[in-house]
């Protein structure tokens, strides 16, 4: 620790007033050695720094500074992690400490970009993550966000702070992280600062040399760790203080080897909570259970509002321990944490995902062991050094009050000493891995070639060979990456084949296929994979789809394309490595009964179905999950697959099935040139039809899958509750579908009859009454969500001259509506000619008159609108339009109905079946007419958006650049 800061520091005032962007120890400053080291090395000049320090050492302040120096020079912050988990921990802390001093309390002006979505400050959707203020994301979502739209733009205004750095050496990720620092690199930045703990001296000082930053590494902890290998005859001791790394020594004394005692001990010396790691996850349950056994339930938890609470966890936490692993739901993880925070439990049973980086209060930690199965050896080995080092790193942080750290492993015999020792040894770390290997060229490929990083073979290897990899790779062998060569044109001929790029004679391009499998993330075999189920059985499966006049069969649908996702190549090795895993426990005990796979039979995208039981079984937990079964009948579906590893699988079929229906959108544009498209996307194809018709399906059934919820709740996830939280749980939202009082009008009812339904379905917990702000909410439903939309576009129509355009969208009705709407397509260039003009009732209202402007097709359209903010147009409305523009006789248009202010919940499932017919709400055409306004959506787009049959939600807006 410092009591003074360096005397170049420049710290605003306001940083060195904040307390928790300045630490004091009474009158003193009281940083940190590393946070000390950082400012001595510019850190305020706007310097570029690789920080390489133990775990605990205050690494994040540091960050924070590099963004607070930063704003206050006019720039923007982005801070990178590793994992979903971390960045909504950093989003909260970063929203605490700079949304009000910092951004006048804007809370757009801050974004959270993942995998799970885009949300900024008030935690809605968001539209334009680059141009927030301050971004934080994963790597893999900004690689994704900054190569959407062609070559990087400048970034020299940006300050980088990118945590666990390493990540880079990771075996599986690291390629990603690699690409995105390689563009970094190119396109340049304000300030660059790398964040890591586990990096060895020659990876720490090859990546700094790499990336141009000048390398500060600390050796020291700030709070004292010890680490006791115990063994049958003794104690090894590694020892790592503020005053330096001790030797590693051994003690005589023989102490406790049996766990629980281990763990008895630790709970005596009040080193609490104490956490056991796991190496496997059955593991976990079986020590947990164990451990509880010799313990008495000396407390009642109540689970929170909405928690879906495994039974057997509740209990363990009344005996004050709990288990944490990858197949808890991340809910039931959260509360964990919680309980570990408010030491309402003292001993957790967990695998490594509790140690990944998160900050975490430990007192102490028990390996039970330090080898996993190693299935290609045969046999247990010792998991690697860093992950061991990081593990131990969790326990005996800075401001936890548990005083020094301890962690205990043990050892059976002599050569198990031996490997402890190495695991142990605070001095020597892991050499950094290498993270792009041959194996991993085809996901990079496509990434280089779309984000228009380069355009010929050539080019492409000059880009490879400058990676931190290749010079590393380099070093190793002969001295150069000529054999890099073949495996890279081996992965550029597979994309040509598989249509995503076009070689001339002299250069490559990438097709719009190309461009949307590259911002998809999928393999493009994987969309393949769709488009050619689609053009054998679309139009029988487009049968089964809901219609206006008939229910269909949509569950049975979702199954079909739950059980192609998971037969899909990102879950086999066909185009590379997977993407994604299934969980074993899935196929355990072979295929389960599945009446709907027996049913479904000719239509689906493998037969017989048998033959790949994880997917099968998967196919089938997912269906049952979509439809909103609760707990209880998920876990029985198959034999130990808890609602956890369902969640976590739903969770990757809906990104998939999310992906697949952007890119069939987005790359089968009417008014793209055949050409340009897919084989299967062409119009020559008489299937397109039924192609096209499914991407919107798949989106919805992305949905439902993610919400696990049927079509008719999906609503309810919307509603913005006024209370502690801010949205209904996925239990909560089944129990009131159970209740049969999902539907809008029941839901705010205000009858005792239906108060008493709702109190059933949302039992008060604590004091805290959620059925009635339930039914407040649905009052409000959308209202909330609809003003906050239209504060944004009228500051943005101010920009652009056209506030009456957008206020006339927003206010008018009836016959007032329809000329807002005419002034809008005008504004932008396109007519709109009134059919309807008052002798003519049964037809349709406008003709907007888009292939003036060089789309494939004119638009139909019918303008319907409530008078009262909270009515919405019905379904019967909504459809209206198709037979009117059959009485015009303009059958072959596609038609759009624009409601005012929205629709109905059951309007999207019930058009599914529609052709050419969609809908769209007021407010999601607003942000449509703004985007092209600034020139991020092409009237292309536009055209495309409103011809692809279902409902045109923003999201499915092509991603805003700017
Ligand atoms: N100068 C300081 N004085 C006291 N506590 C501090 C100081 N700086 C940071 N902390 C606290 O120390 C804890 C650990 O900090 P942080 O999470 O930034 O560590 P880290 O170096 O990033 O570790 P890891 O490598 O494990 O991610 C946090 O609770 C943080 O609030
Ligand atoms: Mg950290």
Do not use: Y
């Given at each position: 620790m410092k009591t003074t800061l360096p005397p170049a520091c420049r710290l605003s005032q306001r940083v060195l007033d904040t307390p928790e962007l300045m630490p004091r120890d009474g009158a003193n400053y009281s940083i940190t050695d590393a946070q000390y080291a950082a400012l001595d090395a510019g850190l305020t000049d706007g310097k570029s720094l690789l920080i390489s320090a133990?775990?605990?050492?205050?690494?994040t302040l540091i960050g924070w500074w590099a963004a607070a120096n930063g704003l206050e020079h006019g720039k923007k912050f982005v801070y990178l992690v590793s994992h979903r988990a971390l960045a909504s921990q950093k989003f909260d802390e970063i929203q605490k400490l700079f949304?009000?001093?910092?951004?006048?309390?804007?809370?757009?002006a801050l974004v959270c970009a993942t995998g799970d979505g885009v949300i900024d400050g008030s935690g809605r959707a968001n539209?334009?993550?680059?141009?927030?203020?301050i971004l934080v994301a994963t790597y893999e979502k900004y690689l994704a966000l900054i190569s959407a739209g062609g070559p990087p733009q400048d970034l020299s205004n940006v300050v980088f702070v990118c945590d666990?750095?390493?990540?880079?050496?990771?075996?599986?990720?690291?390629k990603h992280v690699e690409l995105l620092l390689s563009v970094l690199k190119r396109t340049g930045w304000y300030q660059f600062i790398g964040l890591s703990a586990v990096m060895d001296d020659i990876g720490a000082q090859q990546l700094a040399h790499w990336l141009n930053l000048s390398l500060v590494k600390v050796d020291t902890r700030e709070k004292s760790l010890t680490i006791e290998g115990r063994w049958r005859s003794g104690n090894l001791i590694a020892r790592s203080t503020p005053n330096g790394i001790e030797p590693l020594h051994n003690l005589p004394t023989v102490k406790e080897m049996e766990l629980n005692d281990m763990i008895q001990e630790l709970v005596d010396l009040e080193k609490k909570p104490v956490i056991v790691f796991c190496m496997r996850v059955d593991d976990c349950y079986d020590l947990a259970e164990k451990w509880a056994t010799t313990q008495a339930a000396t407390q009642s938890v109540e689970a929170p509002a909405g928690l879906d609470l495994d039974a057997g966890l509740l209990q363990l936490i009344n005996k004050r321990c709990a288990f944490h692993n990858a197949e808890l739901s991340e809910a039931e993880r959260a509360f964990v944490e919680e309980l570990m925070k408010d030491k309402t439990v003292d001993v957790v049973f967990a695998t490594s995902t509790l140690a990944a980086g998160v900050n975490f209060p430990l007192g102490s930690a028990v390996f039970s062991r330090w080898k996993r199965w190693d299935f290609d050896k045969r046999e247990h080995v010792p998991i690697r050094r860093d992950e061991f080092q990081n593990m131990a790193g969790r326990?005996?942080?800075?401001?936890?009050?548990?005083g020094e750290g301890i962690v205990l492993a043990t050892a059976r015999g002599a050569p198990d000493l031996a490997l402890l020792q190495q695991l142990m040894d605070f001095s020597t770390r892991e050499t950094l891995g290498v993270g792009?290997?041959?194996?991993?060229f085809g996901s990079l490929v496509i990434q280089l070639f779309a984000g228009g990083l380069c355009t010929t073979r050539d080019g492409a290897f000059a880009l490879m060979s400058s990676t931190l990899s290749a010079s590393r790779e380099a070093e190793k062998g002969?001295?150069?990456?000529?054999?890099?060569r073949p495996h890279l044109n081996q992965q550029i001929d597979r994309l040509i084949n598989t249509h995503c790029l076009i070689e001339t004679k002299n250069r490559i391009v990438v097709t719009e296929f190309g461009k949307a499998v590259a911002r998809s993330g999928l393999k493009p075999e994987t969309v393949e994979h769709f488009l050619h189920y689609l053009n054998e059985h679309g139009e029988q499966a487009a049968q089964l789809l809901p219609t206006p006049e008939q229910k269909g069969r949509d569950d049975d649908l979702l199954f079909i394309f739950a059980h192609g996702s998971l037969l899909s190549p990102e879950f086999t090795l066909?185009?590379?490595?997977?993407t994604r895993n299934i969980s074993y426990r899935f196929n355990r005990y072979g295929a389960v009964s599945n009446p709907q796979a027996e049913a479904l039979d000719t239509l689906?995208?493998?037969?017989?179905?048998?033959?790949d039981p994880s997917a099968a079984n998967g196919a089938r937990a997912l269906s049952e999950w979509a439809a909103g079964a609760d707990r209880e009948t998920l876990e029985q579906l198959?034999?130990?697959?808890?609602l956890g590893l369902i969640e976590s699988m739903a969770r990757d079929v809906s990104w998939l099935l999310a992906a697949v229906s952007e890119v069939i959108g987005s790359s089968s544009?009417?008014?793209?040139?055949d050409a340009a498209r897919h084989p299967l996307l062409?119009?020559?194809?008489?299937?397109l039809l039924h192609i096209r018709k499914f991407s919107r399906v798949l989106r919805r059934y992305a949905v439902r899958i993610a919400y696990g919820l049927p079509s008719e709740c999906h609503w309810l996830k919307e509603l913005e509750l006024h209370?502690?939280?801010?949205r209904l749980t996925r239990m909560q939202i089944v129990s009131i579908h159970q209740k049969g009082i999902s539907r809008p009008h029941l839901l705010m009812d205000g009858s005792v009859e239906m108060d008493a339904l709702r109190q059933e379905a949302l039992p008060k917990v604590?004091?805290?009454?959620y059925a009635n702000q339930v039914r407040d909410a649905a009052r409000n439903w959308k209202v909330d969500q609809r003003r906050h939309f239209r504060r944004r576009h009228e500051k943005k129509a101010v920009m652009h001259g056209v506030e009456n355009i957008i206020s006339d969208l927003y206010d008018m009705k009836g016959k007032r509506l329809e000329t807002a709407v005419i002034n809008a397509f005008q504004d932008l260039g396109i007519n709109c000619s009134v059919?309807?003009?008052?002798?003519?009732?049964?037809?349709?209202?406008?003709?907007?008159?888009?292939a003036a402007s060089g789309m494939a097709s004119d638009i139909v359209a019918e303008v319907k609108s409530k008078e009262r903010e909270t009515a919405l147009v019905p379904l019967n409305d909504a459809i209206e339009v198709v037979s009117a523009a059959a009485i015009a006789g303009l059958s072959g248009t596609p038609v759009t109905t624009i409601c005012s202010p929205g629709a109905e919940p059951s309007v999207p499932t019930a058009i599914?079946?529609?052709?050419h017919l969609s809908v769209v709400e007021l407010v999601d055409l607003a942000e449509a007419y703004l985007r092209i306004k600034d020139g991020n959506l092409t009237i292309a787009d536009l055209h495309n958006w409103l011809t692809t049959p279902g409902i045109a939600l923003t999201e499915d807006l092509p991603f805003n650049n700017f």
């Open positions: 133990p775990t605990s050492t205050g690494k949304r009000g001093p910092w951004l006048g309390d804007d809370p757009h539209s334009s993550p680059l141009s927030a203020t666990e750095i390493q990540l880079i050496g990771d075996s599986s990720r690291g326990v005996g942080r800075m401001g936890q009050g548990t792009i290997t041959p194996t991993d002969v001295g150069n990456v000529e054999h890099w066909t185009g590379g490595p997977r689906l995208f493998e037969r017989p179905w048998v033959a198959v034999p130990d697959v808890r544009s009417l008014t793209l040139a062409r119009s020559t194809n008489p299937n209370g502690p939280a801010r604590g004091r805290v009454s059919l309807d003009d008052g002798t003519k009732p049964a037809w349709p209202d406008l003709k907007i008159e888009f599914s079946g529609c052709n």
